[in-house]
């Protein structure tokens, strides 16, 4: 039986979807499946996804950003949150093109094989007034906050200033506190 992809949504571009596997499958890649669908690596790192959506079907490079793309096939599918992914899409078989598609995925096995990567960036967390006047006032509270992980500091953050009302931001407060000088987590709980 054939694994379900997740990633072929109306499961329309089924003979598409296969043509795609059985031309990266000629290439060094390895398939494995994360997100429920399936993802080609090269030395653990992510090269290239495929799947199947309601008007198109395709492929995405992870590092697409550092394909020279000549053709201009490629597309940044969310301008404003996507860095590095490239979409290559085709909206029927007579589109798929195994030459310049093995092109294109050879070239990003040499990006993968340069290291090339977009830096990830450093969100600046920024403590409430109302955090940081008690974390002010008390050595130990200020020390327990500090052994948290920005992650785990940015939830207790967000988790205090989503509130509209200023007090329900100060009952937050109070809970948060006690938290951080039991060292748990806002979430730990769930993980």
Not at 10 to 20: A, K, R
Request: aromatic residues 10%; glycine residues 6%; hydrophobic residues 35%.
């Amino acid at each position: 039986m054939e694994k379900e992809n997740k990633w072929n949504k109306t499961n329309q571009w089924e003979n598409e979807i296969e043509q795609l596997h059985a031309i990266i499958r000629k290439t060094s890649l390895v398939e494995t499946t994360k997100w429920g669908g399936s993802v080609y690596t090269y030395q653990n790192k992510n090269v290239v996804g495929i799947g199947g959506f309601k008007s198109y079907f395709g492929i995405w490079f992870y590092n697409g950003v550092f394909l020279k793309d000549e053709k201009k096939l490629l597309i940044n599918a969310n301008e404003e949150n996507t860095k590095s992914l490239r979409q290559m899409r085709f909206t029927s078989f007579n589109e798929i093109d195994e030459k310049l598609i093995l092109y294109y995925i050879n070239e990003a096995i040499e990006i993968e094989e340069k290291g090339l990567v977009i830096p990830k960036e450093k969100k600046e967390t920024i403590i409430p007034e109302l955090l940081q006047n008690k974390l002010d006032k008390s050595v130990d509270l200020n020390k327990k906050f500090n052994e948290f992980s920005p992650y785990k500091q940015r939830e207790f953050i967000e988790h205090i200033t989503s509130a509209k009302q200023e007090k329900t931001q100060l009952a937050r407060l109070e809970k948060v506190i006690a938290m951080i000088l039991e060292g748990k987590g806002l979430n730990d709980k769930y993980r």
